[in-house]
């Protein structure tokens, strides 16, 4: 069964930092490339970081350029997200998934950056 479990999210005043966790099962995780993507309320689930399977990053969203850092341990089948200097607009879920995307997404991990 393919799982993705996403953790390591709280709540945390501006300019501090996070960092969210994503587990992986049921599947060949050093095979894929891996997303990190965020939904605000209101908002459409958007593309955060995008790592490749050997840890060449791809991609970050310019909203998070130079503060978030994505890296990922094969061994442990685990992609992380580095969080530093966040921001009241970085407050969303967050959630992990692979290329091709898998339909069952995980439950998320709620960030809230808030004084």
């Known amino acids: 069964q393919v799982r993705l479990i996403e953790s390591g999210g709280g709540l945390v005043q501006p300019g501090g930092s996070l960092r969210l966790s994503c587990a992986a099962s049921?599947?060949?995780?050093?095979?894929?490339?891996m997303d990190w993507y965020r939904q605000a309320p209101g908002n459409q689930r958007e593309l955060v970081a995008r790592?490749?399977?050997?840890?060449?990053?791809?991609y970050y969203n310019d909203s998070v350029k130079g503060r978030f850092a994505t890296s990922r341990d094969n061994a442990r089948n685990t992609m992380y997200l580095q969080m530093n200097n966040l921001k009241p607009e970085d407050t969303a879920v967050y959630y992990c998934?692979?290329?091709?995307?898998?339909?069952?997404w995980g439950q998320g991990t709620q960030v809230t950056v808030s004084s």
């Open positions: 790592i490749a399977p050997f840890g060449t990053t791809y």
């Open positions: 049921g599947f060949t995780f050093s095979d894929y490339t």
């Open positions: 998934n692979r290329i091709p995307i898998i339909n069952t």
